[in-house]
Antibody, heavy 120, light 109 residues
Protein backbone atom coordinates (compact mmCIF):
# COMPACT_ATOMS: atom_id res chain seq x y z
CA UNK A 1 0.00 0.00 0.00
CA UNK A 2 1.46 3.29 -1.12
CA UNK A 3 2.08 5.94 1.54
CA UNK A 4 3.28 9.49 1.12
CA UNK A 5 5.07 11.62 3.71
CA UNK A 6 5.88 15.32 3.46
CA UNK A 7 9.00 16.78 5.03
CA UNK A 8 10.69 20.15 5.21
CA UNK A 9 11.04 23.33 7.27
CA UNK A 10 7.99 24.50 9.17
CA UNK A 11 9.04 28.13 9.08
CA UNK A 12 10.19 30.18 6.10
CA UNK A 13 11.03 33.87 6.00
CA UNK A 14 9.20 36.20 3.61
CA UNK A 15 10.84 36.56 0.19
CA UNK A 16 12.73 33.30 0.70
CA UNK A 17 12.17 29.86 -0.85
CA UNK A 18 9.81 27.22 0.51
CA UNK A 19 11.17 23.72 -0.14
CA UNK A 20 9.31 20.51 0.66
CA UNK A 21 9.92 16.87 -0.20
CA UNK A 22 7.45 14.01 -0.43
CA UNK A 23 8.75 10.50 0.10
CA UNK A 24 6.81 7.68 -1.53
CA UNK A 25 6.88 4.27 0.14
CA UNK A 26 5.23 1.01 -0.80
CA UNK A 27 5.40 1.65 -4.53
CA UNK A 28 7.57 3.05 -7.28
CA UNK A 29 7.43 6.69 -8.31
CA UNK A 30 8.10 5.54 -11.90
CA UNK A 31 4.85 3.59 -12.19
CA UNK A 32 3.07 4.67 -15.35
CA UNK A 33 -0.09 6.79 -15.18
CA UNK A 34 0.84 8.19 -11.74
CA UNK A 35 1.43 11.91 -11.43
CA UNK A 36 2.86 13.20 -8.17
CA UNK A 37 0.91 16.11 -6.82
CA UNK A 38 1.25 19.04 -4.45
CA UNK A 39 -1.76 20.75 -2.89
CA UNK A 40 -2.20 23.16 -0.02
CA UNK A 41 -4.85 24.27 2.44
CA UNK A 42 -4.83 27.89 3.51
CA UNK A 43 -5.69 28.97 7.07
CA UNK A 44 -9.22 29.89 5.97
CA UNK A 45 -9.67 26.25 4.85
CA UNK A 46 -9.50 26.90 1.10
CA UNK A 47 -7.80 24.08 -0.80
CA UNK A 48 -5.53 24.77 -3.78
CA UNK A 49 -4.09 22.40 -6.36
CA UNK A 50 -0.49 23.53 -6.94
CA UNK A 51 0.64 21.13 -9.65
CA UNK A 52 1.88 17.66 -10.46
CA UNK A 53 4.88 15.98 -12.03
CA UNK A 54 5.33 12.74 -13.94
CA UNK A 55 8.41 10.64 -13.30
CA UNK A 56 9.82 11.75 -16.67
CA UNK A 57 9.86 15.32 -15.37
CA UNK A 58 6.80 16.58 -17.23
CA UNK A 59 5.05 19.18 -15.08
CA UNK A 60 1.66 20.86 -14.88
CA UNK A 61 1.12 23.92 -12.71
CA UNK A 62 -1.82 26.01 -11.58
CA UNK A 63 -1.74 29.21 -13.67
CA UNK A 64 -1.86 31.46 -10.58
CA UNK A 65 1.27 29.88 -9.08
CA UNK A 66 3.17 28.90 -12.19
CA UNK A 67 5.63 31.81 -12.06
CA UNK A 68 6.79 30.88 -8.54
CA UNK A 69 6.61 27.07 -8.47
CA UNK A 70 9.08 24.39 -9.49
CA UNK A 71 8.39 20.68 -9.10
CA UNK A 72 11.11 18.07 -9.42
CA UNK A 73 11.41 14.32 -9.06
CA UNK A 74 14.23 12.10 -7.78
CA UNK A 75 13.54 8.58 -8.97
CA UNK A 76 16.60 7.15 -7.21
CA UNK A 77 15.21 8.25 -3.84
CA UNK A 78 11.53 7.71 -4.74
CA UNK A 79 10.87 11.34 -3.84
CA UNK A 80 9.43 14.43 -5.43
CA UNK A 81 9.81 18.03 -4.34
CA UNK A 82 8.19 21.45 -4.32
CA UNK A 83 9.95 24.79 -4.44
CA UNK A 84 7.96 28.02 -4.10
CA UNK A 85 9.72 31.34 -4.40
CA UNK A 86 9.50 34.06 -3.35
CA UNK A 87 7.03 33.44 -0.55
CA UNK A 88 4.80 35.83 1.37
CA UNK A 89 2.57 35.41 4.40
CA UNK A 90 -0.21 34.41 2.00
CA UNK A 91 1.70 31.18 1.33
CA UNK A 92 1.25 30.05 4.94
CA UNK A 93 -0.65 26.77 4.64
CA UNK A 94 -0.74 23.06 5.26
CA UNK A 95 1.00 21.49 2.27
CA UNK A 96 -0.06 18.04 1.11
CA UNK A 97 1.43 15.66 -1.40
CA UNK A 98 -0.76 13.12 -3.17
CA UNK A 99 -0.75 10.63 -5.99
CA UNK A 100 -2.88 11.29 -9.09
CA UNK A 101 -3.86 8.38 -11.30
CA UNK A 102 -4.38 9.83 -14.76
CA UNK A 103 -6.57 7.11 -16.28
CA UNK A 104 -9.03 7.15 -13.38
CA UNK A 105 -8.60 10.87 -12.65
CA UNK A 106 -8.18 9.94 -9.00
CA UNK A 107 -6.25 11.73 -6.26
CA UNK A 108 -5.38 9.06 -3.73
CA UNK A 109 -3.63 8.56 -1.37
CA UNK A 110 -2.69 11.81 0.29
CA UNK A 111 0.07 12.49 2.78
CA UNK A 112 -0.84 13.69 6.25
CA UNK A 113 0.21 17.26 5.42
CA UNK A 114 2.81 19.60 6.86
CA UNK A 115 2.26 23.12 8.13
CA UNK A 116 4.51 25.79 6.68
CA UNK A 117 4.40 29.24 8.21
CA UNK A 118 5.86 32.23 6.39
CA UNK A 119 7.02 34.75 8.94
CA UNK A 120 10.08 36.69 9.98
CA UNK B 1 -9.71 33.58 -13.08
CA UNK B 2 -11.73 30.37 -12.97
CA UNK B 3 -14.03 30.12 -9.95
CA UNK B 4 -15.70 26.98 -8.61
CA UNK B 5 -18.65 27.62 -6.30
CA UNK B 6 -20.20 25.48 -3.59
CA UNK B 7 -22.85 26.20 -0.96
CA UNK B 8 -20.93 27.56 2.08
CA UNK B 9 -23.05 25.59 4.52
CA UNK B 10 -25.95 23.17 4.67
CA UNK B 11 -27.84 21.57 7.53
CA UNK B 12 -29.59 18.21 7.38
CA UNK B 13 -31.40 16.05 9.90
CA UNK B 14 -30.22 12.52 10.66
CA UNK B 15 -31.81 10.11 8.21
CA UNK B 16 -32.50 12.87 5.73
CA UNK B 17 -31.20 13.52 2.25
CA UNK B 18 -29.10 16.46 1.10
CA UNK B 19 -27.52 17.47 -2.18
CA UNK B 20 -24.35 19.53 -2.40
CA UNK B 21 -23.58 21.23 -5.71
CA UNK B 22 -20.49 22.46 -7.50
CA UNK B 23 -20.69 25.04 -10.29
CA UNK B 24 -18.14 26.59 -12.64
CA UNK B 25 -17.74 30.21 -13.67
CA UNK B 26 -17.02 28.97 -17.21
CA UNK B 27 -20.46 27.44 -17.71
CA UNK B 28 -22.10 24.06 -17.33
CA UNK B 29 -20.11 21.33 -15.61
CA UNK B 30 -19.85 18.18 -17.70
CA UNK B 31 -18.11 14.85 -17.25
CA UNK B 32 -15.11 16.39 -19.04
CA UNK B 33 -14.45 18.32 -15.83
CA UNK B 34 -13.98 14.98 -14.01
CA UNK B 35 -15.75 16.23 -10.85
CA UNK B 36 -14.16 14.93 -7.69
CA UNK B 37 -15.57 15.15 -4.18
CA UNK B 38 -13.57 15.08 -0.97
CA UNK B 39 -14.62 14.78 2.65
CA UNK B 40 -12.54 16.43 5.34
CA UNK B 41 -13.04 16.02 9.05
CA UNK B 42 -11.36 18.14 11.68
CA UNK B 43 -7.61 17.58 11.91
CA UNK B 44 -7.50 15.16 9.00
CA UNK B 45 -6.38 15.32 5.41
CA UNK B 46 -9.11 15.39 2.76
CA UNK B 47 -10.24 11.98 1.57
CA UNK B 48 -11.65 11.20 -1.84
CA UNK B 49 -15.29 10.11 -1.86
CA UNK B 50 -16.22 10.38 -5.55
CA UNK B 51 -14.05 10.74 -8.66
CA UNK B 52 -14.82 11.23 -12.34
CA UNK B 53 -18.37 12.35 -11.57
CA UNK B 54 -19.83 9.10 -10.22
CA UNK B 55 -17.11 6.66 -9.23
CA UNK B 56 -16.76 5.70 -5.57
CA UNK B 57 -13.68 4.83 -3.59
CA UNK B 58 -13.67 1.46 -1.84
CA UNK B 59 -14.41 3.18 1.48
CA UNK B 60 -17.19 5.42 0.22
CA UNK B 61 -20.47 4.48 1.91
CA UNK B 62 -23.28 3.48 -0.44
CA UNK B 63 -25.37 6.42 0.80
CA UNK B 64 -23.02 8.83 -1.05
CA UNK B 65 -23.52 9.33 -4.78
CA UNK B 66 -22.18 11.70 -7.42
CA UNK B 67 -23.96 13.03 -10.48
CA UNK B 68 -24.46 15.96 -12.83
CA UNK B 69 -27.52 18.06 -12.06
CA UNK B 70 -28.72 21.13 -13.92
CA UNK B 71 -25.27 22.06 -15.23
CA UNK B 72 -23.54 21.41 -11.92
CA UNK B 73 -21.73 18.53 -10.31
CA UNK B 74 -23.67 17.16 -7.37
CA UNK B 75 -22.98 15.03 -4.31
CA UNK B 76 -26.06 13.48 -2.73
CA UNK B 77 -26.08 11.98 0.73
CA UNK B 78 -29.03 9.76 1.58
CA UNK B 79 -29.95 8.51 5.05
CA UNK B 80 -27.48 10.97 6.52
CA UNK B 81 -25.59 9.79 9.58
CA UNK B 82 -24.10 11.92 12.39
CA UNK B 83 -20.61 10.92 11.24
CA UNK B 84 -21.25 12.60 7.88
CA UNK B 85 -20.84 16.00 9.52
CA UNK B 86 -17.76 17.37 7.79
CA UNK B 87 -16.46 19.78 5.19
CA UNK B 88 -16.98 18.69 1.59
CA UNK B 89 -14.90 20.00 -1.30
CA UNK B 90 -15.36 19.57 -5.03
CA UNK B 91 -12.55 19.70 -7.57
CA UNK B 92 -12.87 20.34 -11.31
CA UNK B 93 -10.43 19.91 -14.20
CA UNK B 94 -9.71 22.74 -16.65
CA UNK B 95 -7.49 21.86 -19.59
CA UNK B 96 -4.30 21.09 -17.70
CA UNK B 97 -5.04 22.26 -14.18
CA UNK B 98 -7.50 21.70 -11.37
CA UNK B 99 -9.55 24.12 -9.27
CA UNK B 100 -11.19 23.47 -5.90
CA UNK B 101 -14.49 24.84 -4.76
CA UNK B 102 -14.62 26.75 -1.50
CA UNK B 103 -16.13 23.84 0.40
CA UNK B 104 -19.50 23.13 2.01
CA UNK B 105 -19.73 22.72 5.76
CA UNK B 106 -22.37 20.07 6.36
CA UNK B 107 -24.03 20.08 9.75
CA UNK B 108 -26.11 17.10 10.88
CA UNK B 109 -28.62 18.34 13.40
Amino acid sequence: QVQLQESGPGLVEPSETLSLTCTVSGGSITTIYYHWTWLRQLPGKDLEWIGYIYYTGTTYYHPSLKSRVTLSVDTSRNQFSLRLSPVTAADTAVYYCARYESTLRLFDPWGQGTLVTVSS
Amino acid sequence: QTVVTQEPSLTVSPGGTVTLTCSSSTGAVTSDYYPTWFQQKAGQAPRTLIYSTTNKESWTPARFSGSLLGGKAALTLSDVQPEDEAEYYCLLYYDGYWVFGGGTKLTVL
